[in-house]
């Protein structure tokens, strides 16, 4: 109920606000639609409330939804090389492990270096820990890695990859977030296939 029931400056009724949710954030005067009167309440505690949580709610950044993405494809390429137990194999030693076990999402062409290919499925296959962050700088995972492409889609289209590393590309936050909800639906997929 509204305590306040008159304007304290021109005393016409007071007009409340509330947020989504029903809370009352504050008062005005009905008279300041007119320009007839000045008087807007102070914030109350739930209007304080409620804009630090929609502070916290604002949209993500390209960046951070380029983060989130790159999660998403490295969990999804995984899981769709995992048989229907879990376990997939690294392509660059040949360990196998279970797909959240050990196992991440590796670049052929590291994501840093190109943004043309980071989130390109097939530049992106599982590797044990070790292989994609120790092994890839230290030449036989990078060989392995190399063979297996090759062997997986061709010398010419590996090449044309190389080619194409450091082709301009400009993702929009809009791409991210549409990217990023067909990654998670095929998870979805994927982690009931194999029963997780």
């Given at each position: 109920?509204?305590?306040?029931?008159?304007?304290?400056?021109?005393?016409?009724?007071?007009?409340?606000?509330?947020?989504?949710?029903?809370?009352?954030l504050?008062?005005?005067?009905?008279?300041?639609?007119?320009?007839?009167?000045?008087?807007?309440?102070?914030?109350?505690?739930?209007?304080?409330?409620?804009?630090?949580?929609?502070?916290?709610?604002?949209?993500?950044?390209?960046?951070q939804?380029?983060?989130?993405?790159?999660?998403?494809?490295?969990?999804?390429?995984?899981?769709?090389?995992?048989?229907?137990?879990?376990?997939?194999?690294?392509?660059?030693?040949?360990?196998?492990?279970?797909?959240n076990?050990?196992?991440?999402?590796?670049?052929?062409?590291?994501?840093?270096?190109?943004?043309?290919?980071?989130?390109?499925?097939?530049?992106?296959?599982?590797?044990?820990?070790?292989?994609?962050?120790?092994?890839?700088?230290?030449?036989?995972?990078?060989?392995?890695?190399?063979?297996?492409?090759?062997?997986?889609?061709?010398?010419?289209?590996?090449?044309?990859?190389?080619?194409?590393?450091?082709?301009?590309?400009?993702?929009?936050?809009?791409?991210y977030?549409?990217?990023?909800?067909?990654?998670?639906?095929?998870?979805?997929?994927?982690?009931?296939?194999?029963?997780?």
């Open positions: 109920m509204n305590s306040i029931k008159s304007c304290p400056v021109c005393g016409h009724v007071l007009e409340a606000v509330h947020n989504p949710d029903g809370d009352v504050g008062y005005f005067c009905k008279l300041v639609i007119d320009n007839a009167c000045g008087y807007i309440s102070v914030k109350s505690k739930a209007e304080y409330e409620y804009e630090k949580m929609a502070a916290k709610k604002k949209a993500k950044t390209a960046p939804l380029r983060k989130e993405a790159l999660k998403a494809i490295q969990k999804l390429v995984r899981l769709k090389a995992a048989d229907d137990n879990g376990y997939c194999t690294c392509v660059s030693c040949g360990v196998t492990k279970k797909w076990d050990g196992m991440q999402g590796g670049h052929f062409i590291p994501k840093g270096s190109s943004s043309y290919w980071a989130l390109v499925e097939e530049n992106i296959h599982p590797q044990c820990v070790y292989c994609n962050q120790f092994g890839m700088s230290h030449g036989i995972a990078a060989q392995q890695y190399t063979l297996y492409m090759q062997e997986m889609y061709g010398e010419d289209y590996v090449d044309q990859m190389l080619a194409d590393a450091k082709k301009p590309i400009k993702i929009y936050a809009a791409d977030r549409e990217m990023i909800e067909e990654f998670n639906e095929n998870i979805t997929f994927q982690l009931k296939r194999i029963g997780g």
